[in-house]
């Protein structure tokens, strides 16, 4: 699959995660706390899990989230290779709705906005949500 | 009706309060415009949006954008009976000015990121959920009149 980013576009993004990666607890279980306060309905997904706010099941779950998605930035032209083990995952055992990755991923700007401040600036969101876009996408490659 | 908590009812108000309407209005279309370029179908007579940079310098970009959130902050005065308040802006929007309305959450989540680059930490989930609830409101009401059919009757 291709995806529009340039040279540039795949340096920022890299950069940007590469940054985050020591905080990726922080930045993966805010992401989701977001999700959950804003589309509860996303909640029904994690049944199995301690999801309140502070949770070390929260936290371990974003920055597993985070980390795949840094890892995923690092070559974003192998992003199918990368994400091969988890789109098995989850077409076959988690199957969430795919329109679920669009509110993760805003939630994930959100919370990239609010760490980053004016360095988000309208350029590097473009990129940031090109990107999460594309890894959605890879991500429900194998569903049907 | 759409029912609020208190919580909610403060938290909206208080960050209309907080934030400068005529910094984030430009900022959030500038950012529309720019993340989704498709919605420059919309501002043919805007002129130059060429680029990223053309468009945060755009007057016309800056001076819509300051009209968005004028509407919004009224809104915030119409809590409880916002599907009128925006009737005639359904309306406009169906009628005369043609928008698809899956486009109105493109811009409301601009201007979501832009308000949370502005708070920074004091936009917690909890703050976000209660503005999101209250742009998805606000989107919903906008989307009201596009479903009656009389504009339809043009072809």
């Known amino acids: 699959m291709t995806i529009m980013l340039s040279k540039k576009e795949?340096?920022?993004?890299?950069?940007?995660?590469?940054?985050?990666?020591?905080?990726?607890?922080n930045i993966g279980s805010e992401a989701l706390h977001r999700m959950f306060a804003s589309y509860p309905g996303t909640k029904t997904y994690f049944s199995h899990l301690d999801i309140s706010p502070g949770s070390s099941h929260l936290y371990s779950h974003g920055k597993?989230?985070?980390?795949?998605?840094?890892?995923?930035?690092?070559?974003?032209?192998?992003?199918?290779?990368?994400?091969?083990?988890?789109?098995?995952?989850?077409?076959?055992?988690?199957?969430?709705?795919?329109?679920n990755f669009k509110l993760l991923s805003h939630c994930m700007l959100v919370t990239l906005a609010c760490y980053?401040?004016?360095?988000f600036t309208p350029v590097a969101h473009a990129a940031m949500d090109k990107f999460l876009s594309a890894f959605a996408a890879v991500l429900a490659e194998k569903y049907r | 009706m759409v029912k609020w908590s208190d919580f909610e009812r403060s938290t909206i108000q208080d960050i209309f309060?907080?934030?400068d309407k005529n910094v984030v209005g430009p900022?959030?279309?500038?950012?529309?415009?720019?993340?989704?370029?498709?919605?420059?179908?919309?501002f043919g007579g805007?002129?130059?949006?060429?680029?990223?940079?053309?468009?945060?310098?755009?007057?016309?970009?800056?001076?819509?954008?300051?009209?968005?959130?004028?509407?919004l902050e009224n809104g915030v005065?119409?809590?409880?009976?916002?599907?009128?308040?925006?009737?005639?802006?359904?309306?406009?929007?169906?009628?005369?000015?043609?928008?698809?309305?899956?486009?109105?959450?493109?811009l409301t989540d601009c201007i979501t990121v832009v308000v949370a680059g502005q708070l920074?930490?004091?936009f917690t989930p909890e703050v976000h959920a209660a503005f999101s609830k209250f742009l998805a409101v606000v989107v919903a009401s906008l989307r009201k009149f596009f479903n009656s059919t009389n504009w339809l009757n043009c072809c």
């Open chain 1, 64 to 99: 597993k989230i985070v980390l795949a998605i840094a890892e995923g930035a690092k070559d974003i032209s192998q992003l199918t290779v990368a994400l091969a083990p988890l789109q098995t995952l989850h077409a076959y055992q988690l199957r969430i709705d795919p329109t």
């Open chain 2, 46 to 71: 805007f002129g130059n949006l060429y680029n990223a940079d053309a468009i945060a310098a755009n007057p016309k970009v800056a001076a819509h954008g300051k009209v968005v959130l004028n509407s």
């Open chain 1, 116 to 119: 980053l401040g004016e360095e």
């Open chain 2, 17 to 19: 309060a907080k934030i």
């Open chain 1, 10 to 25: 795949k340096a920022l993004i890299k950069e940007i995660w590469e940054r985050l990666t020591p905080v990726a607890e």
């Open chain 2, 27 to 42: 900022a959030a279309l500038t950012r529309c415009l720019t993340v989704y370029p498709w919605t420059q179908r919309y």
């Open chain 2, 120 to 122: 920074g930490k004091a």
């Open chain 2, 77 to 106: 005065k119409n809590l409880d009976d916002l599907k009128n308040f925006y009737k005639d802006l359904s309306v406009l929007h169906s009628e005369k000015l043609q928008v698809d309305p899956d486009n109105f959450k493109l």
